[in-house]
């Protein structure tokens, strides 16, 4: 009996235990649930925007960051002055920048004076604007002169340079049958060319249209018959090879041997001048005219006609400018058209003798 009383005592007192125990457990369904709504109430719920002074605490902890790890690694700390400086250094480059663009001024200007020295003091330019050299030099053409073949002059400068000397520096003497470039003497602002015939102390003469040289016949030797457009007028001339007692040989132009300089007195060249002819014998206003042009003195040379280096018949009234809207373009078109046609191709970069 008090064996069954203890047995049955124990069992009352387990139940009790247990009752507890799942009174105490926790109830899995609910706290699922509760998760649930806790997941979907997050999700629908923004967080607030933060302030500006919720900002600033930010920037601080992410500088007080960045300077933890630079002091850890020795790395510089990027703060206000290096951004500061990396303005200025900005600011630097555009000022270098647009100095860059101001570079191109000092270019411009050397190459300018380079091209003056060029002009003044190696080869200078020029066109021939009359028919006085004919057959050799034609009206259009372009050539370089030499300035340095018989040294300088007061007229190898331009005439607002205002250089004033008298003689020639760094001279040499030019030869019989040179083409030369020179200041005219009797009219000191133009420049002529012709081609040196009388060295100084000759005795120079034409007779019936042939030129004596020291009282021997300078030889010549028909070559052709040519014509020449002059103004709209046909110049029928007989050309010549004429041969120099020094053994040059050119050609000359002969309308006939009965012009108006094709017979003259003798004429004897002085010291330091030089007695000049033109190609054209008929065409040409020279040293035979005294009154006008005369012998050419030795400081009136400006240089030896080298180089021709381009050559054109022009374009004259070939292109008016016309009427209508379109008269602008087409008249530039005509322009280029008959530039282009009109040169002289085969004259170019011809050196001259």
Known sequence: MPETKKKQSTTAADKKKNTAKKKAAPKKKPVKKSTKAAAKTTKKILPPPMTEQELR?????????????AIESDQNIPDDDNENEDEENEGHEDEQTGEEDYGLLPVLITAAIIALCFRIFIFQPFNIPSGSMYPNLLVGDYLFVSKYSYGY????????????????????????????????????????????????????????????????????EFVATEERDENGLIDVYSKYEETLPNGVKHYIYEKSDWEFYDDTREYTVDDDHYFVMGDNRDGSLDSRATDKVGLVPKENLIGQAKLLFFSTEGIGNACPLGDGFFRYPRNLGCLIWHGLKNIRYSRLFTRLH
């Open 153 to 220: 002059s007061r007229y190898s400068f331009p005439d607002w340079l205002f250089v004033q000397f008298k003689g020639r520096i760094m001279e040499k003497e030019p030869q019989r049958g040179d083409i030369v470039v020179f200041r005219q003497p009797h009219q000191l602002h133009v420049d002529y060319i012709k081609r040196i015939i009388g060295m100084p102390g000759d005795k120079i003469q034409m007779r019936e249209g042939l030129l004596y040289l020291n009282d021997e016949i300078v030889p010549r």
């Open 57 to 69: 605490e930010r920037e601080e902890e992410a500088r007080a960051e960045a300077l933890a790890a």
